[in-house]
């Protein structure tokens, strides 16, 4: 099927080329780029990813005190003691319902 009066080597054929070739330009552009070896080049890591590196080399540094709290409520369950009475839970509930309620 051919459009009467369209001719692609006109405006639209033109723009269209235009646009055609930078896309494959952008294409070419955005192709990594292959380093040589003993390359100078540095790699600047942002903000974000030192702190998280901070972060996590000072956590584990940290002792692991869950353990002993671990090893308490084992002893405690196999020995049949109440870890908390009903008021205690009760209350653990509303303060998280309450919490919940607010953050919502």
Partial sequence: MTIPGLDPSG???RLF???QSKSNHEKDV???QAVPRGSNDAVDLSRLSQ????HAAR????????TERI???Q???AEGVELSSPAQLA????RETILNALGS
Avoid: K, N, S
Wanted: glycine letters at 4%.
């Fill in 11 to 13: 405006e639209l054929g």
């Fill in 59 to 66: 956590a584990a540094e940290l002792p692991d005190l869950r």
């Fill in 17 to 19: 080329f235009q646009i």
């Fill in 51 to 54: 702190d998280i590196r901070m």
């Fill in 71 to 73: 090893q308490h409520i």
């Fill in 75 to 77: 002893q405690a369950l």
């Fill in 91 to 94: 209350d653990a509930i509303a």
């Fill in 30 to 32: 955005r192709q990594p």
